[in-house]
């Protein structure tokens, strides 16, 4: 019989979490309590408060798949700086190439020959003939969006409902549930209402798609190949085909954005399943944590733009960036893409991620539970809900943020960190066999409390 949730013993069980996380982190706590008085919120970065316990764990240091706090706890480390350091934390050849680099200048506004490298490993890995250096995932897609508006001479893009691709302003939007779109929920400060920049459908929808772009004034189609921001949503059969021929069928661009998904293969998601994207943006873990982000396009998008350009006012034009392309972030994305993120690197990680899937199924079966694990490469996701979600609305509605809250804490309480605003884990190939096992044991732990 499928066992049901009792509410009361959960929030119950939330409070014992919440008192062990509390009595285990005092230095922390001591921490955290120091920086509220300099730092809105008691954190560097808005995000950083979004975590489980009910103040963040400071960071005493990290190395490969772990970490330890100011406490002296040690972690297996699943969130990996929210795929900014997938490659696992420090790692050696990105760091080498970074002591390196730095006594010889880090930032110049002239290139050095590192980044005609990295142009021509892009291009092997994505197939996309011209790149362009940004300092974040949100830049690149921000100037593959102005890029596209630029050249279609169109003033509108498309996104997918609940997708997320940094903090790119015209990508706050969603459908209510009557399915009219609207800002979504939260959208600080918005300049303009995205209702007037942006269409938004429901991912997987291929009648929507063709709808929505024959009226001729969408300039791109930003997309994940595979949604990872709401859960993993994998594309239906015949979608991606769908989608490129409907975008270019309406005279849309279609950027493609390999930022998460880049954990399908050395190639990301693009290169496994033969995409042909106009433009492709990715960022985070290329540069094994030190910032920095790309963004490719084809032939045909280079010439125009370059017809389009006047060099004069290049630096005013709104793409760019002073550090974009700074020599320490092109060493750091030289080293990592030729020794880090390699065929081998993918073989161990997905290899161990099976491992971690299998284990997480295994108990999702012995308890009889309504739940569900998808898995991309290296990457995996658990869902409270019995079937796939299609799309991002039916992953939202799916969302219950007192569990997904106590499953966290739980984790962490023994020593694992989850990735925070949902259930995923994304495994290093640095991490162990028995580590995995232990989460295995762990997640049945917390299921035994909740349900056995
Ligand atoms: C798919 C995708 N694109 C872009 C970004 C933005 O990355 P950043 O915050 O490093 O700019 C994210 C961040 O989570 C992402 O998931």
């Avoid at 390999?258 to 399908?264: F, L, N, R, S, V």
Wanted: aromatic residues 10%; glycine residues 8%.
């Amino acid at each position: 019989m499928t066992p049901v949730l009792e509410r009361s013993r959960l929030t119950k069980l939330l409070q014992i979490e919440e008192q062990l996380f509390h009595k285990n982190h005092p230095k922390s706590y001591e921490l955290y309590q120091r920086a509220r008085k300099s730092l809105h919120g008691g954190v560097p970065m808005l995000w950083m408060i979004r975590w489980a316990g009910s103040f963040p764990v400071f960071v005493k240091e990290a190395k490969g798949a772990h970490f330890t706090d100011v406490d002296g706890n040690e972690y297996i480390d699943l969130c990996l700086g929210d795929t900014g350091a997938m490659t696992g934390h420090s790692p050696t050849a990105t760091v080498q190439a970074i002591n390196e680099q730095i006594q010889k200048g880090i930032t110049l506004m002239l290139p050095y020959e590192d980044a005609i490298w990295v142009g021509e490993e892009l291009q092997r890995r994505f197939g996309l003939p011209y790149w362009q250096f940004a300092i974040t995932a949100t830049d690149a897609n921000r100037f593959a969006l102005r890029m596209a508006r630029m050249l279609t001479g169109r003033p509108k893009i498309l996104v997918f409902n609940y997708c997320y691709h940094g903090s790119v302003d015209e990508t706050f939007i969603v459908l209510d549930e009557e399915g009219t779109p609207m800002s979504r929920p939260n959208n600080m400060g918005p300049q303009v209402n995205p209702q007037y920049t942006t269409k938004v459908i429901e991912f997987n929808d291929i009648a929507a798609l063709e709808t929505a772009l024959s009226a001729r004034d969408v300039a791109a189609v930003l997309a994940e190949p595979v949604m990872t921001n709401i859960g993993i949503i994998h594309p239906n059969p015949g979608y991606h085909d769908a989608l490129r021929e409907i975008t270019r069928k309406h005279g849309t661009y279609l950027i493609i954005d390999e930022t998460h998904t880049i954990c399908a293969s050395p190639g990301g998601y693009t290169a496994s399943f033969s995409l042909q994207p106009d433009f492709l943006t990715i960022g985070k873990p290329i540069a094994g944590g030190v910032p920095a982000a790309v963004y490719g396009f084809t032939e045909e998008v280079s010439q125009r733009f370059a017809e389009k350009l006047n060099v004069d006012d290049a630096d005013v034009g709104g793409i760019g960036g002073t550090l974009a392309g700074n020599a320490l972030s092109i060493a750091a994305m030289k080293a990592t893409l030729q020794h880090v993120l390699t065929q081998d690197f993918y073989d161990k990680a997905i290899q161990l991620q099976e491992r971690f899937t299998e284990g997480v199924e295994s108990v999702i079966k012995e308890f009889d539970l309504p739940w569900i694990v998808k898995r991309l490469g290296n990457r995996s996701e658990y869902w409270f809900r019995p079937k796939p979600p299609k799309n991002g609305g039916e992953a939202f509605a799916a969302i219950d943020h007192e569990l997904d809250r106590y499953m966290h804490l739980f984790m962490l309480n023994r020593g694992i960190l989850m990735t925070p605003f949902h259930n995923m884990a994304l495994i290093s190939p640095e991490i162990t066999q028995e580590s995995v096992n232990y989460h295995t044991k762990v997640f049945r732990e917390a299921i035994v409390s909740l349900f056995g």
